[in-house]
């Protein structure tokens, strides 16, 4: 069965570090994947997406794909108290989305 | 533009009953999704339309189904409503017109949240 894994969390960051959130993937046919914030209570809104293998960089955000090990990840710099939500990573090609991992910036 | 909206916003039903969800794309968005949002199982597709025809398919039950209508506005039917299917159902709308909604950002609406009890 395809899957997408994250880590539930609670991530607790400081505000100012660095927020890595990881998600891997079953399907080596994969080809698209995107990041989704989900704030509680509220719809999933698309932050970032990516397709080749590298970094992709956005502002505050970098995705990174390994489609050799079958890993996604993202980063959010200089976290701030505004980025504590639920991360969705999503197979989007495969139509899977992981279950989330809740952010929780630190004050 | 508005966004996508989706009617109604909440709703309780009993087991046994059927339901039906309502969507309205983006304007000028054609492809509409829809998925079941649980703590459970996260996030699940369960059907894609575009132009009125069904394009992708989740793993649900044959309660599930969907239609689209010539203005892109979606609705979804559940009928025999079970427990289980308390969630969050989200609708989500992409303006692609050459490939599945899958390789295309999608804009969600705001999600109508069941309750069966």
């Known amino acids: 069965q395809k899957e997408v894994e994250q880590n539930s969390g609670p991530l607790s960051v400081p505000e100012g570090a660095i927020a890595s959130l990881n998600c891997t993937y079953s399907d080596r046919g994969s080809q698209s994947f995107f990041w989704y914030r989900q704030y509680s209570g509220k719809s999933p809104e698309l932050i970032m997406s990516i397709y080749s293998n590298g970094d992709k960089e956005d502002g505050r955000f970098t995705a990174q794909l390994n489609k050799a090990s079958q890993y996604v990840s993202l980063l959010i710099r200089d976290s701030q108290p505004s980025d504590s939500a639920t991360y969705l990573c999503?197979?989007?090609?495969?139509?899977?989305f992981g279950k989330g991992t809740r952010l929780h910036i630190l004050p | 533009k508005a966004g996508v909206t989706q009617t109604p916003r909440y709703l309780i039903k009993t087991r046994g009953q059927q339901v039906t969800l309502s969507c309205s794309p983006i304007?000028?968005?054609?492809?509409v999704s829809w998925y079941q949002q649980t703590p459970g199982q996260g996030l699940q597709f369960l059907f894609e339309?575009?132009?009125?025809?069904?394009?992708n398919k989740g793993n649900f039950p044959g309660r599930f189904s969907g239609r689209q209508f010539s203005n892109s506005r979606s609705e979804m039917n559940v009928s025999t409503l079970e427990l289980g299917d308390s969630a969050l159902y989200l609708c989500a709308s992409t303006g692609s017109l050459l490939a599945s909604a899958a390789y295309n950002e999608q804009f969600f609406g705001p999600g109508t949240r069941l309750t069966v009890l």
């Open positions: 999503a197979v989007i090609d495969k139509i899977i």
């Open positions: 304007s000028g968005h054609r492809s």
């Open positions: 339309y575009f132009s009125e025809t069904q394009r």
